[in-house]
């Protein structure tokens, strides 16, 4: 069984050629203190406040213009596909969180096997905008849209987490 990849995207330059700029200055509040009927800090300790992205819900944060963008890059705020080579279909979504220190920071949430309990919680310094991209090994995720700078997330058997793979410093 080959390793499948789950990758974060780094924030680049906002020069960056793209017309994804909205990203890099869309600023999401966190408003919701339960998701799925659990109080945030079921799924992290320190999480006070969430918001769900989305482009689907009645309360979307995006308009229909963004939306589309996104879409026609290929990007999502949900992917469900087999996350760990399971055989099951995982679910990843993504936030906005404050936590208790007043902080705001990307969420990932995989549920596993479409279950709503005991999600992995994978957190980034993704404080107003964040997406995700499926490609043939994993996924990516990231809030430069633009950027191709990234850190493999892989998925430990042995261990049964989800690892950040950090590459070495170049030079």
């Known amino acids: 069984m080959r390793p499948l990849y789950l990758m974060i995207l780094l924030v680049a330059s906002s020069t960056a050629s793209s017309n994804y700029h909205w990203t890099q200055t869309r600023i999401v509040e966190p408003t919701e203190t339960h998701y799925l009927g659990n109080p945030v800090s079921h799924y992290a300790v320190s999480l006070e406040r969430v918001q769900i992205l989305s482009c689907k819900t009645e309360d979307a944060q995006f308009d229909q ?75 990516i995720w990231g809030d430069c849209i633009a950027c191709d700078s990234s850190y493999p997330i892989v998925w430990n058997e042995s261990s049964g987490e989800y690892e950040i793979v950090i590459p070495p410093p170049l030079g």
């Open 65 to 139: 213009d963004q939306c589309d963008e996104l879409e026609r890059g290929g990007f999502k705020f949900e992917v469900k596909r087999d996350l760990n080579g399971d055989n099951e279909i995982d679910r990843a979504v993504v936030a906005i969180a404050t936590v208790s220190t007043g902080e705001k920071l990307g969420v990932l949430l995989i549920f596993n096997s479409m279950t709503e309990r005991n999600p992995y919680v994978l957190t980034s310094s993704f404080s107003r905008f964040s997406a995700l991209r499926e490609t043939e090994g994993g996924l």
